[in-house]
């Protein structure tokens, strides 16, 4: 797997999914954390707060764009199914495509969108909170995994 264009989508797809990893990982490491320390109402407000800046960002790009280079790993893969390391190809295409994309998808984002509907006012703001916390910080760590895990495949690969 030595042609000019798979390197390109390799070097992006290592690229762009350590970059997710380094978002994703603050967001882990410390943003959530940080959020947890303050009251419920103002870690409700600080993270709609974020995703509502957020999809409006550059971050959107990278996100979109890391993604359709993962299906690209995936159809590379195929292509060149008979080479040495396409099975490693494969594999960095599908944990990310499924652990960032498909996690942001199916858990992230719709509790990101139930947390857009609390209020001040909303019965039980804390245990919400607590909940969503959790639960959201959970699946993070999904996305932190699987975007280091094809990075580093990428790099690795790219090695051989």
């Not at 994703?24 to 410390?30: M, V």
């Not at 320390?37 to 959107?60: H, K, P, W």
């Not at 909170?129 to 959970?138: A, D, E, I, L």
Request: aromatic fraction near 14%; charged fraction near 5%; include cysteine.
């Amino acid at each position: 797997m030595s042609s000019l264009a798979v390197c390109v989508f390799l070097w992006a797809a290592a690229l762009s999914s350590g970059v997710m990893a380094g978002v994703y990982l603050a967001f882990s490491g410390f943003i959530m954390r940080s959020f947890n320390q303050l009251s419920a109402s103002q870690s409700v407000a600080a993270m709609n707060a974020i995703n509502v800046t957020i999809v409006r960002s550059v971050f959107m790009i990278i996100f979109f764009g890391s993604t359709i280079i993962s299906v690209c790993l995936i159809v590379i893969s195929m292509l060149y199914w008979d080479e040495a390391g396409a099975a490693l190809v494969l594999i960095a295409g599908v944990v990310y495509f499924m652990g960032m994309f498909v996690c942001t998808v199916l858990f992230n984002v719709p509790l990101n969108n139930f947390l857009a509907t609390l209020t001040d006012d909303s019965h039980n703001l804390q245990q919400a909170w607590t909940q969503y916390y959790k639960v959201w910080t959970s699946w993070n760590h999904l996305r932190v995994i699987s975007s280091l895990v094809t990075c580093i495949s990428c790099i690795w690969i790219l090695s051989m």
